[in-house]
């Protein structure tokens, strides 16, 4: 059982920036590629980015591509979303997750990660 616990999220203007954290503990972080997805208020969840075991390959989703980065240590067991230049529309509940899976791969869909965290709050005012 893998333990995940965001943290970061908070209220900022548009433009701001703000790192997001997430601490992993009960299994071997560097077996799992992890994967940050988000939640807006009458909406779907939506893949946001996502980081291979080594942390060589990463993913974006196009509507982050430029503003957003995601980054792990893998002996602090820990994954971080870096959010720049925010809009209203980055507004949401932000997830991290943990996926068992195979080196080198960073997957997009949410149905293949295995474990997920609580969500941290993240309001972007105008």
């Known amino acids: 059982q893998v333990l995940l616990v965001e943290s970061g999220g908070g209220l900022v203007q548009v433009g701001g920036s703000l790192r997001l954290s997430c601490v992993a503990s009960g299994g071997i972080f560097s077996r799992y590629a992890m994967g940050w997805f988000r939640r807006s208020p009458g909406k779907v969840r939506e893949f946001v980015a996502a980081i291979s075991r080594s942390g060589g390959t990463t993913n974006l989703a196009d509507s982050v591509k430029g503003r957003f980065d995601i980054s792990r240590d893998n002996a602090k067991n820990t994954v971080y979303l870096q959010m720049n230049s925010l809009k209203p529309e980055d507004t949401a509940i932000y997830y991290c997750?943990?996926?068992?899976?195979?080196?080198?791969?960073?997957?997009?869909?949410?149905?293949?990660?295995?474990?997920w965290g609580q969500g941290t709050q993240v309001t972007v005012s105008s």
């Open positions: 997750a943990a996926d068992l899976t195979p080196p080198g791969q960073v997957p997009t869909k949410g149905s293949t990660y295995n474990y």
